[in-house]
């Protein structure tokens, strides 16, 4: 199954939180974001296919 993820690339812009809060949060003391639960219904896929078109140096990648 398909996961979203987020590389060491992240700059900690909090554009991904934004667009899904439910699936991304920040990770304040490591200055990187992170997944907090991967979307189950069509609605979250698209909502963290938003996330992953605003992260501006392309660190969410949606994988196998
Ligand atoms: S949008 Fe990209 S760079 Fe910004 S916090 Fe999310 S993963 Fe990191």
Same mark, same amino acid.
């Given at each position: 199954m398909k996961?979203? /993820?987020?590389d060491? /690339? ?5 554009a ?6 439910e699936?991304?949060?920040?990770n304040d ?13 069509v ?13 501006p140096?392309e ?6």
């Open positions: 996961k979203f /993820q987020i060491d /690339q992240c700059i900690a812009c909090n991904c939180v934004q667009e899904a809060e699936h991304f949060k920040m003391d490591q200055g990187v974001a992170f997944i907090i639960r991967q979307p189950e219904t609605t979250e896929i698209e909502r963290c296919q938003l996330a992953m078109a605003a992260c140096v660190s969410i990648t949606f994988n196998s």
